[in-house]
């Protein structure tokens, strides 16, 4: 499997045959279309292999989201290093602009990615375990964002706000942004980008 994009290149064992199949059959059939029998398709592996792991396509999808979240922190672990300003930037670098700017993978291939997250995320309207997991994830999210910002007002970088504040700011922008590109046609994700760049100068920034 490739180093900087998850579903994309050789899995690497049966775990990630499986995720990279629920990813396949999620683009090629919607979330509507889904099934146990379309996944094994794409995987080339029998209904009782997944069974095997899996209890059943709710459950197999909450370990899809467990994946992606997992392979976003990876990309991101990849991007950050020991600066929090600039560990801020790549976390909102890479969900801004949708493009984790390693390998010569095309925006769209990556908004296709993102674009099987929130068709999934749809659901939690609906289905209490969808909501619960995405719940958990959105909780992980922002304890990253709140623990680069924590790390910067320690090392006085960022002024003393309150980092779950502004990790939570972030993360409603960030999720909007997101929203916004896989939904509908909005191309303005730049002058997204620039007003939270905007906001870390002015709001977090240290004098």
Do not use: C, W
């Not at 499997?1 to 049966?14: K, Q």
């Not at 683009?27 to 398709?41: K, N």
């Not at 980092?163 to 590109?181: D, S, Y």
Request: proline residues 4%.
């Amino acid at each position: 499997m490739d180093e900087d994009l998850p579903f994309v290149g050789e899995p690497a064992d049966s775990r990630e045959a499986i995720m990279r199949a629920t990813y396949l059959a999620l683009r090629e059939y919607g979330y509507a279309g889904l099934s146990i029998q379309r996944i094994a398709d794409e995987a080339d592996l029998s209904k009782s292999t997944f069974y095997h792991h899996y209890d059943g396509k709710e459950d197999l999808l909450t370990a899809f989201v467990d994946f992606t979240l997992e392979e976003f922190i990876r990309i991101f672990s990849l991007e950050s290093g020991d600066d929090p300003v600039e560990n801020l930037r790549t976390f909102v670098e890479l969900l801004v602009g949708l493009d984790p700017n390693v390998g010569d993978h095309p925006p769209e291939e990556v908004l296709q990615i993102v674009g099987t997250y929130v068709e999934l995320r749809a659901q939690a309207v609906r289905d209490d375990t969808i909501r619960e997991k995405f719940t958990e994830a959105d909780e992980i999210f922002a304890d990253q964002l709140s623990e680069i910002v924590r790390a910067g007002i320690e090392q006085g970088e960022f002024e003393p706000v309150d980092p779950e504040a502004a990790a939570t700011f972030i993360a409603t922008v960030l999720a909007g942004n997101i929203f916004r590109r896989t939904t509908g046609d909005a191309h303005d994700h730049e002058a997204v980008a620039d007003e939270v760049n905007a906001y870390i100068e002015s709001r977090l920034l240290a004098d």
